[in-house]
């Protein structure tokens, strides 16, 4: 899901002529037992701190959309943090 987000920021960036070099993330998962699955994923996507509040809104809503995000279980809790 990390990778399907960046990739919508990227390209909408993109179509901005925005620049999110040094753009990066992290996801851990948190397992549940009984039976053994995700429980949880932690998403961290950290955006350069040079986009205007306006930009960074218009591409969290892009990430946000994201078929993967969208395609996860209603049971598996999602945390997504964007910095």
Do not use: Q, W, Y
Request: glycine letters at 6%; hydrophobic letters at 45%.
């Amino acid at each position: 899901m990390l990778n399907c987000m960046m990739t919508i920021i990227a390209i909408a960036a993109d179509s901005r002529g925005l620049d999110v070099a040094g753009m990066n993330g992290s996801v851990e998962k948190i397992m549940a037992g009984g039976p053994r699955r995700v429980a949880r994923l932690e998403v961290e996507i950290t955006m350069p701190a040079e986009l205007s509040s306006e930009d960074r809104e218009f591409l969290i809503k892009r990430a946000m959309a994201c078929p993967v995000h969208k395609s996860v279980s209603d049971h598996m809790e999602l945390d997504v943090n964007f910095n």
